[in-house]
């Protein structure tokens, strides 16, 4: 099992930009691809990113797709998503998860992820 932290949400304007990043702890990092997931109140988690355990190969979902970079530090045991350009509808709790894989290949269902991080708030004010 991989603890994993989430840090760096916070109130943004539109147009605005966040960091966040994903501290884990526990087990070798890089064995494991990691994702972005967000849920908003009333909706169903949805998958926002991933990136295979070597930082190689990054997957996003299409409404993100140009405006949200997912890099990891392996040596730092981290996994970071530079958001830009928010709208309010990016308004979120935002989770970080864990997937052992050496794979070049990315899953977008989080049922596939092992470990999860307890979320952090991201709002995006119009």
């Known amino acids: 099992q991989v603890q994993l932290v989430e840090s760096g949400g916070g109130l943004v304007q539109a147009g605005g930009s966040l960091r966040l990043s994903c501290a884990a702890s526990?087990?070798?990092?890089?064995?494991?691809?990691m994702g972005w997931f967000r849920q908003a109140p009333g909706k169903e988690r949805e998958f926002v990113g991933a990136i295979t355990w070597s930082g190689r190969y990054t997957d996003y979902a299409g409404s993100v797709k140009g405006r949200f970079t997912i890099s990891r530090d392996n040596a730092k045991n981290t996994l970071y998503q530079q958001m830009n350009s928010l709208k309010p509808e990016d308004t979120a709790v935002y989770f970080c998860?864990?997937?052992?894989?050496?794979?070049?290949?990315?899953?977008?269902?989080?049922?596939?992820?092992?470990?999860w991080g307890q979320g952090t708030q991201v709002t995006v004010s119009s």
């Open positions: 526990g087990r070798t990092f890089s064995n494991y691809a």
């Open positions: 998860a864990a997937k052992p894989s050496l794979a070049f290949t990315l899953s977008v269902d989080p049922n596939e992820y092992d470990d």
